[in-house]
């Protein structure tokens, strides 16, 4: 592992004409910043950070994005309650996950979303 993140390094140096430390520097900002979004959105979406603290700290559009994000395995979580093994079982007769997806209203639409 270790030599594959110093190649990873040393190319993405050369690549962008950057010394070796600042490529180490670049990617641990970037590691932080998705961390600290990550513990400040599991906050919010756990009730113990209110929403416009939650914005002020990563953005709307990541705020907004989690809350669809969580409405979307809710709906999801909800349709499998309500159909059971009928989601399981049409699964299995087709082998177009986008009829598929057809059957489940909210998946359809996260794929929806996913190909723009």
């Not at 990873?8 to 140096?13: D, K, P, S």
């Not at 004409?17 to 970037?30: C, N, Q, Y």
């Not at 756990?46 to 994005?65: F, N, Q, S, W, Y």
């Not at 999801?76 to 159909?83: A, K, N, S």
Request: hydrophobic content about 35%; overall charge negative.
């Amino acid at each position: 592992m270790a030599a594959e993140i110093s190649d990873r390094v040393r190319a993405i140096a050369e690549a962008r004409g950057l010394p070796e430390s600042e490529v180490f520097e670049r990617a641990l900002e970037r590691g932080l910043d998705d961390l600290w979004d990550d513990l400040v959105l599991a906050q919010y979406l756990d009730g113990e950070l209110d929403r416009e603290e939650a914005i002020d700290r990563v953005g709307r559009t990541k705020v907004e994005r989690a809350e669809r994000e969580r409405e979307i395995v809710e709906e999801d979580v909800d349709w499998e309650l309500q159909h059971g093994d009928e989601g399981s079982e049409r699964l299995t007769e087709t082998a177009d996950p986008m009829e598929f997806a057809g059957s489940c209203p909210s998946l359809s639409e996260s794929l929806d979303d996913a190909q723009l």
